[in-house]
């Protein structure tokens, strides 16, 4: 039994409650991206799921664990220091204003990079409704396609994916690769001089006084 098929066989038989729990404590995990796909996969192909209420209920799992994160950062933003702050001021304007597309893209692509996106509209005081509704929008487009294209190409398509998403090792190397990347991208928005990047091509950024209104 994989790690998986163990957390479904502990949520799955609560129906589609347990779908929505065993994804939400997924989706709160931050920096290493240990995929919520193989649940949906494994509940699909236990038949006891109707497909589009499975990806309905998932996709809100997912969205109330993004949107912790969210608001853990959003919350969060006194504790950055005013230097910091100041130097990330044109980025977090920037995404404030175009945070709606930004946060439907993230919700579109589980990468690694998605968790920076999520923080840093929470620090840039994104509105939190249109997170809610653009991450959950894209969530379950993305579980639609998943258990319609699971449902169209049948098992053998499922399996090749739950063998190669569940295998340890390479969760092990996805992990850290992608802590990696986070870090590396932790250190560029903290210590870059956005100003002089952004501000060429958005001078708007550099007003100080735009930096509440949200996009």
Known sequence: MTLF??????????GYSGVLLVTLLISLIVFV?????????IALLSGRFDPNLLALASATGVTLGRTTIFLASYHGR???????????TPLQILLAKYGSLGSFIAALTPIPPDDIIIILLGISKFTPWKFVVTTFFGK???????VWILLLWGRPLAQQILDRGTDPLYLALVAAASISVVGLLLYIVTRFDWGSIIGKRFPWT???NKGDKNG
């Open 206 to 208: 550099m007003n100080d």
């Open 78 to 88: 006194s504790l950055i220091k005013k230097k910091t702050l100041s130097r990330m």
């Open 5 to 14: 098929e163990a957390i479904f066989s502990i949520g799955g038989s609560l």
């Open 33 to 41: 991206p240990i995929p919520y796909i193989p649940v949906l996969i």
């Open 140 to 146: 379950l487009i993305v579980n639609l396609a998943v």
